[in-house]
Structure formats: C-alpha cells, structure tokens
C-alpha cells in the first residue's frame, strides 16, 4: 500500500549558530534558533516520514527537553528516522521539499542537499526534489525573520508488494 506523508517546520533566524540545511553550511548573516544545529529542512523530511507511516514526529521521538539532542546534527536524526522505516518494512518512492525563504539563495546548495538527503536514505538521486521560493516579502519569511519548509513524500510498505 502506498502511503503519502506531509511534514512542515518552521524556526526563527538568530543565535550564534551557523545556518545548516539539508546538511549543507550556507553563508548567512545568521543561523536558525533550535535545540538542534536547526536543519529546519531536514526536520521538514523528518516529519514527512514519520507521517508517512504514522510513526508520530520528530518532536515524539527527539525531544527539544533532552540534553542528548542539544546541538544535535539533523542528518543522525534522519539517519534514526530511515532506521524506523525500515524496521516497519518500509522503502520510500520519493520526497520533495519546498524551502520557503526570502534569503538565503538556495539554488546553488540545492545539488549537495539533494545528494545528503539521498545519502542518508539510501536512494537515489531522481527520487529526492529540492526547490526554494521567497513569499514576495510578504509575512515573516518575507522580512527575512525565518525559514519555513514543507515536504512531501510517499513510501511503500514492501512486505505488501506482490
Ligand atoms: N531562497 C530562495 C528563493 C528562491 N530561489 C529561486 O528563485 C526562484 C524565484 O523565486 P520566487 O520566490 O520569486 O518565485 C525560485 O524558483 C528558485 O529557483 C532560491 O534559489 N532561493
Ligand atoms: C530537533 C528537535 C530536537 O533537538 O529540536 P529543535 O532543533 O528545536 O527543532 P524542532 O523542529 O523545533 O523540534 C524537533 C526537536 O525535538
């Protein structure tokens, strides 16, 4: 049975971290505020997965209240999602993510995001989609305040294949 799953996640500019998405540090004149390194697209993927197979979200799984995951890199917990997954025999069809935001220019990291994503869940390349969109600077993306990301995916319970 084919499954869709939707995930969508937001966080603030600020802080003194470097700004991380998808696994790839772009210049920036500031990161995102988060427990994590504040990959606020690879947390977007996180939740599509878990939606996908109704295993709850990021937040159920990794708390922003535990100690262990301060500072943590977003691909290990992508990494702990695909490893779910598999546990309930699932292999994913494919993802695509929309960043929502008024800088940084994304199209340049685009390729090595695509490359991580695909990486850290074992597929291939044409199964991974990565665009970015400004909202015309309107709303608080458009004042430059935060990055909002929404992904998509669908996955596939193998065990059901004939
Ligand atoms: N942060 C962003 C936003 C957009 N892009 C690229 O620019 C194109 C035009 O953006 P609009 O918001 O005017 O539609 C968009 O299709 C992306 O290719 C980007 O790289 N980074
Ligand atoms: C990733 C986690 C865990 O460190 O925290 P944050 O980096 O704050 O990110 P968020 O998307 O707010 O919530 C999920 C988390 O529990």
Redesign the pocket.
């Known amino acids: 049975m084919l499954r869709i799953g939707h995930g969508y996640d937001v966080h603030a500019f600020g802080g003194d971290k470097p700004l991380v998405l998808g696994g790839v540090t772009i210049p920036a004149h500031t990161g995102l505020i988060a427990h994590s390194d504040g990959d606020v697209l690879l947390h977007a993927v996180c939740d599509a997965l878990l939606g996908a197979a109704a295993l709850g979200d990021i937040g159920s799984h990794f708390p922003d209240t535990d100690p262990k995951f301060r500072g943590a890199d977003s691909r290990t917990l992508l990494k702990s999602v695909f490893q779910l997954l598999q546990s309930s025999s699932y292999s994913i069809g494919n993802l695509d993510v929309t960043?929502i935001?008024?800088?940084?220019?994304?199209?340049l990291h685009i390729p090595q995001i695509r490359e991580n994503i695909a990486q850290d869940l074992a597929i291939n390349l044409d199964q991974v989609n990565v665009?970015?969109?400004?909202t015309?600077k309107l709303g608080f993306v458009g004042r430059k305040e935060g990055i909002a990301v929404h992904a998509v995916t669908i996955i596939e319970n193998s065990d059901m294949v004939l």
Request: glycine share 0%.
């Open positions: 960043v935001a008024q800088t940084p220019k994304m199209s665009k970015a969109t400004t015309e």
